[in-house]
């Protein structure tokens, strides 16, 4: 049990942990002390300065962040002078930063913007020489604006210790110092796997995912297109967060209205596709097994992990699922099945997809997903973005009414909903996996054992007479533990579900930058998110994959059956190792 100490806080007397920071003592009892390079979920790097307090017995202000509390410590963190020396290093960092908040990707949503604010900023004080960068926007899914950049570190810590890739760093000296992939690289050159992390924990607009807004717009007033869009099972968890509903309300049926009132000819259901990939994969896995064959099975329905895979551990190639993710499914249908149904050409069909990863953007553009010289993929919105158009329209989301999907391809099981949050991909598997092992329909269709937000998870599973040893994991650092024992054989798994961002979807990229109270990597946000979409699945009539009609359908017209011919030109795909440009 860790040690009890008793400070004082402006006054107050109060017991904490030996353990807490000056700055975690004072949210005890109510007081926030204002920050920029802090994040509850990184490492401390006491680099930003703004979250200063007063402690007696030292004659300099000390950064809140990262100084321990010690038994009988007096802190003052707040005074006149305290919050103008705050002022100064804000107005300090300000003048070393572009003016263009009206413009900016964040305006409204920027932390240095709002502590300006809120130190009473109001005028320029210092005016100097300023860094000037050239926008490096040349890669698919992420944008990167050093001009923008605090050096608050939070991007470089994120890629570090989340994800593990190790792809930022502060580079050169004083002055020069810029944030940037090794030897400045750009982003695709570099061994970035386009996550998005360093976008949602970036306190200003340094990185930003690549705008796919003006297409989608020029596709909607082109009378020659017929524009459909699908929708990633978590986009109906977060996009009410963008329109003031708490986190956790799920709103289907307003988001369905909503892209119908900007314009879309159809508007379906990208559970559709996480449906026909728990089909396929649960074929491929009881295939692997009975023949003793390329186990673990590893799904492959996250880009930014897929990325990783092949820059990181292309040995395990050949034991990811060759599923293309449902979006890639989905869309790939839609240019099949669905332009021979409806008598159209598949070159006047223009496919947007709404996703709540960044990656999905790198994901569109790779040559794997072409089929017949038809690019399946036209432009992918984030959720971030698709919430900028509503709002751009003139929408009032709150006052819309509840719309369905469009048919053929708007109808899913829950088991499609619960792909958006960690563990929902596992637990969709087994749900199929399970009817088909034994031949009987479940009783209670619920895995909750593989149900988690935190970032790792082994299990047994018990179906008839078989044990499933599973793995699940979210964050690339979490997913390397699972995938170190596999490769030095320290562990045997059948199946791993590998979510590249922490919580799964419901973490993505490029998911709504979160209300007040809560942090992006934050826990309970996340679980708020995750509860949204079991509560859908719950209520929905069908809850396995394998039961639902359209599928069915799907196969009886068009694919034949899971596994066949048709269904792997369709609905799978290959990878291969990748390197940065220059390494081989």
């Known amino acids: ?32 002390i204002p920050r920029l390079c802090y994040h509850p979920k990184l490492s ?3 680099a930003c300065r703004v979250c200063i307090v007063k402690v007696s017995k030292f004659n300099y202000y000390m950064p809140s962040c990262s100084t321990k509390v010690e038994d009988g410590m007096e802190i003052e963190t707040n005074s006149p002078e305290i919050r103008e020396a705050r002022r100064d290093i804000v107005e300090l960092i300000l003048d070393n930063h572009p003016k263009e908040c009206q413009i900016c990707e964040r305006d409204g949503h920027c932390e240095l913007q709002n502590i300006a604010y809120s130190l009473g900023v109001r005028k320029r004080r210092f005016e100097g020489k300023r860094k000037i960068h050239p926008v490096e926007a040349s890669g698919k899914s992420v944008i990167r604006d050093a001009e923008k950049c605090i050096l608050c570190g939070r991007c470089v810590r994120v890629c570090k210790e989340i994800q593990g890739v190790y792809n930022l760093s502060q580079q050169y000296r004083g ?4 944030v940037t992939p090794a030897f400045g690289a750009n982003m695709d050159d570099s061994v970035c796997i386009q996550c998005g992390q360093c976008i949602n924990v970036c ?20 009378p020659k297109k017929f524009v459909v869009v699908q929708t990633a099972p978590s986009i109906r968890a977060t996009i009410g967060e963008g329109f003031g509903y708490p986190p956790g309300t799920p709103c289907t049926g307003k988001m369905i209205t909503a892209l119908k009132k900007l314009g879309f000819d159809a508007v379906f259901d990208t559970n559709l596709g996480a449906d026909l990939t728990i089909i396929e994969e649960s074929k491929e896995l009881i295939s692997r097994i009975k023949q003793n064959q390329k186990l673990p099975l590893i799904t492959s329905c996250s880009p930014g992990w897929i990325n990783f895979m092949e820059k990181f551990y292309p040995e395990l190639i050949p034991y990811a699922s060759s599923c293309r993710s449902p979006m890639s499914m989905l869309s ?22 709404i996703m709540p ?60 909903d619960i792909f958006g949050t960690t563990g929902g991909v596992m637990e969709a598997a087994l749900r199929t996996a399970a009817e088909v092992i034994t031949g009987k329909s479940l009783k209670d269709v619920e895995f909750k054992e593989v149900r988690a937000v935190e970032g790792l998870r082994e299990k047994i599973i018990t179906i008839g007479d078989l044990n499933l040893s599973i793995g699940v994991a979210n964050g690339i650092e979490n997913a390397k533990k699972l995938l170190n024992q596999v490769i030095n ?20 990229g490029g998911q709504p930058y979160p209300p007040g109270g809560y942090d992006i990597l934050d826990s309970r946000l996340l679980a708020k998110r995750a509860e949204a979409l079991y509560f859908i699945d719950s209520h929905k009539k069908r809850r396995v994959s394998k039961d639902l009609p359209a599928a069915q359908k799907i196969y009886s017209e068009f694919l034949k059956e899971p596994g066949s011919d048709m269904a792997r030109k369709i609905l799978h795909t290959s990878y291969q190792p990748q390197f940065p440009r220059g390494i081989k």
């Open 357 to 416: 990863c960044v990656a999905k953007k790198f994901e569109m553009d790779r040559k794997e997903h072409v089929i017949d010289g038809n690019k399946i993929t036209d432009a992918v919105l984030t959720t971030r973005e698709a919430i900028w158009m509503i709002k751009s329209y003139g929408i009032d989301f709150t006052m819309l009414e509840d719309s369905d999907f469009d048919t053929p391809l708007g109808e899913s099981t829950g088991a499609g």
């Open 44 to 46: 401390i790097a006491g």
């Open 489 to 508: 054989k320290e562990k045997e798994f059948h199946v791993i579900e590998i979510m590249a961002c922490p919580g799964g979807c419901i973490g993505g």
């Open 203 to 222: 306190p200003t607009a340094a990185f930003l995912e690549k705008n796919h807004t003006p297409k989608v717009w020029k596709a909607l007033a082109d």
């Open 332 to 353: 790939a249908l839609i240019k099949t099945y669905y332009a021979q149904k409806t008598g159209k050409d598949p070159k006047d069909i223009f496919v947007v997809s």
């Open 1 to 32: 049990m860790e040690k009890m100490v008793k400070i004082k806080i402006d006054g107050k007397e109060i017991e904490v942990p030996s353990n807490f920071s000056i700055m975690q003592a004072a949210e005890t009892i109510g007081i926030k």
């Open 175 to 178: 002055f020069d110092t810029v």
